[in-house]
């Protein structure tokens, strides 16, 4: 890209510190064996705040032999100067052309970026379909929480890497340096490749479906390809790469802190939950690196909030040393710490006044269902008792905002449990007033915020159907008139066809390529913004390839029915998922896994829970 060229476009589009670079800590490297393109399908300011992407651009650019630059997806202003201008997506560091790079990695974190991929591509001339692209065109690879089923995007792919990827990359391109050097062909570096743990090559597999077009198996095309591809786990947390010296950058993003990763994985196992499920078995930092990341971390960067970042950030086992640690350690720099995944059973109210003594940092509770039926049902493991008394506390440690997150068309889901997310919401407004005028902040704001229930795999609810986009509005509409006169609520809820369409993709399988390419060539890009999403593209993209999506997302599956991703292993046990399941119909509770090893991972894999 010319720098001079460049300039002129920067002047036309609405935030051009998104394709800049130069930002404080950027890495900047011109030697190496081979570049790689870490590309996020989402803006700038999504993709900065992505945590797994900075740990894999600073494992990367510690290597001497690689070189590592960032690539986004272009807004729609840019990515129109750009088509106008025949110009390629670039890379931030040294505004190389995508199609420059050796390789090409992919985060995938959301389902409805998929078509941003194809954006790139296009944009970029490098053709969709992995089978289309000969030697000289960069290898194309992904990873990420998506991955886990990797098949609607599968052909577009030559590698997926399933699972914690610090150790997995370091492997991936050492194997691809060592072929290099041998001057392998493609097709050799595929085979040695499939040899590594965490690493998908689709091409050496086919789908397979029945004369009505059911999903029937997977084909092995290739007799050494592993039968199933099995997740790769990082053993060690506490001694692993983290993020190095984080990027800063000059526009605000999502996360604008620093995001300090206090552990990997879940114990509590509530049965929607994917990340709970695929990222097992947890894994703690210990007190004493967290604190030396915390003090280089600010350091290096100037923030002045550290956000205590995991799936449950209360639960941390040393979570009452480490919260006034930090306070302590930075009182006089006035560095604030925020909790942003707060599990309502957490007993933090000294911690919470602690925290408010610099800056009052958002707080969220996620009750997810209205009911303690349905709670038992999706396994939250949490009670009423418990919100009220964690607001209380909130309320009487000079909070006077909360958020709580709810989920609509979650399994046996009623209307009465629906109308308990109202009730729960005026006994939480009653708890603000129950504190005296005097203790009490002013202005109660209650959010009550409420998303879609998506049936995802490799949990007990995968099998589960979806709502229709026409049930969820009708629920929707129901829980908006009985919230109507609680006084300090807001009611928040998100597009029905966005979270339908994240259904489908989410449990689909291989022939959804065609319909990812269809909806492109329509319109479809950046997806997840309503302002942008197009659902008459979709609709056509269905009609025109033959598909029903009622059928991926509002079916209700067999247990023994092949799934898409049968031949991926996230090692927890799909014999577990279906008594978790079953335990769910039966609105029985499983107990969480740190009170006693529930035997998630079977007899193949009995030992990893005992990683530390």
């Known amino acids: 890209m010319d720098i001079d060229l460049l300039g002129d476009i920067l002047k036309l589009v609405e935030k051009p510190a998104r394709y800049m670079g130069g930002e404080l800590n950027m890495t900047e490297k011109t030697d190496g064996e081979v570049k790689f393109a870490l590309c996020f399908p989402d803006v700038y300011e999504i993709g900065m705040s992505h945590l797994g992407s900075r740990i894999i651009y600073n494992v990367l650019n510690k290597r001497t032999d690689t070189v590592c630059e960032r690539a986004f997806a272009p807004w729609v202003d840019m990515e129109k100067e750009l088509r106008s201008r025949n110009l390629p997506v670039f890379s931030l560091e040294t505004k190389r052309n995508l199609n420059e790079f050796d390789i090409i990695g992919f985060s995938l974190l959301y389902e409805m970026c998929y078509s941003n991929i194809l954006m790139m591509f296009d944009l970029s001339h490098i053709p969709f379909r992995a089978a289309d692209r000969d030697e000289s065109m960069p290898l194309i690879i992904c990873g990420g929480p998506c991955a886990c089923n990797p098949e609607p995007i599968a052909e577009f792919m030559d590698a997926v890497l399933i699972g914690d990827g610090e150790e997995l990359i370091s492997d991936f391109m050492d194997t691809y340096i060592a072929m290099k050097r041998k001057g392998s062909s493609?097709?050799?570096?595929?085979?040695?490749?499939?040899?590594?743990?965490?690493?998908?090559?689709?091409?050496?597999?086919?789908?397979?479906?029945s004369e009505k077009g059911d999903f029937i198996g997977?084909?092995?095309?290739?007799?050494?390809?592993?039968?199933?591809?099995?997740?790769?786990?990082?053993?060690?947390?506490?001694?692993?790469?983290?993020?190095?010296?984080?990027?800063?950058?000059?526009?605000?993003?999502?996360?604008?802190?620093?995001?300090?990763?206090?552990?990997?994985?879940?114990?509590?196992?509530?049965?929607?939950?994917?990340?709970?499920?695929?990222?097992r078995p947890i894994r703690e930092r210990r007190l004493g690196t967290l604190m030396n990341m915390a003090k280089e971390l600010t350091d290096c960067t100037g923030y002045d909030?550290?956000?205590?970042?995991?799936?449950?950030?209360?639960?941390?086992?040393?979570i009452h040393e480490l919260v006034p640690g930090i306070m302590d350690e930075f009182e006089d720099k006035h560095v604030s710490v925020?909790?942003?995944?707060?599990?309502?059973?957490?007993?933090?109210?000294?911690?919470?006044?602690?925290?408010?003594?610099?800056?009052?940092?958002?707080l969220t509770f996620a009750p997810e269902a209205g009911t303690q039926r349905l709670r038992d049902v999706i396994n939250k493991g949490v009670s009423e008792d418990d919100l009220l008394r964690s607001v209380t506390d909130a309320f009487q440690s000079g909070w006077s905002g909360v958020k709580l997150y709810f989920m609509l068309g979650l399994p046996t889901e009623t209307d009465e449990d629906l109308l308990g997310i109202a009730e729960l919401a005026r006994k939480v407004a009653g708890a603000y007033y129950s504190v005296p005028k005097e203790k009490r902040a002013k202005g109660l704001r209650i959010t009550v915020s409420v998303s879609s229930f998506v049936p995802k795999p490799f949990t007990p609810f995968q099998w589960e159907p979806q709502d229709t986009a026409e049930r969820i509005m009708e629920k929707q509409r129901l829980l908006k008139d009985a919230l109507k006169g609680i006084r300090g609520v807001d009611f928040a809820y998100h597009a029905p066809y966005t979270s339908a369409l994240e259904?489908?993709?989410?449990?689909g399988d291989r022939r959804l390529a065609g319909v990812l390419e269809s909806a492109y060539s329509l319109g479809a890009r950046f997806d997840s913004w309503d302002e942008h999403f197009k659902r008459?593209?979709?609709?056509?993209?269905?009609?025109?390839?033959?598909?029903?999506?009622h059928c991926f997302a509002n079916r209700r599956r067999d247990v023994n029915e092949p799934l898409p991703w049968d031949h991926i292993d996230m090692v927890v046990e799909k014999e577990y998922l279906i008594k978790e399941y079953e335990k769910a119909m039966r609105c029985a509770v499983t107990k969480d896994c740190r009170k006693g090893c529930n035997g998630c991972f079977g007899e193949r894999y009995a030992d990893y829970c005992k990683v530390q």
């Open 536 to 549: 008459e593209a979709y609709d056509s993209a269905f009609e025109e390839n033959g598909l029903n999506p």
């Open 305 to 318: 909030e550290v956000s205590l970042f995991s799936l449950s950030s209360g639960d941390y086992s040393a």
């Open 186 to 209: 493609k097709q050799e570096l595929l085979t040695e490749l499939s040899k590594i743990e965490g690493v998908y090559i689709p091409s050496y597999y086919e789908a397979e479906y």
């Open 218 to 279: 997977m084909k092995k095309l290739v007799s050494d390809a592993p039968d199933t591809v099995k997740r790769r786990i990082l053993k060690n947390l506490d001694t692993a790469d983290y993020i190095g010296k984080p990027i800063v950058p000059y526009m605000a993003i999502v996360h604008d802190r620093v995001a300090l990763e206090l552990f990997r994985g879940c114990t509590r196992g509530c049965r929607f939950c994917q990340a709970g499920f695929i990222y």
């Open 338 to 362: 925020s909790l942003p995944s707060l599990r309502i059973d957490s007993f933090l109210k000294d911690d919470l006044e602690k925290i408010q003594t610099v800056r009052k940092t958002g």
């Open 503 to 507: 259904a489908v993709f989410a449990r």
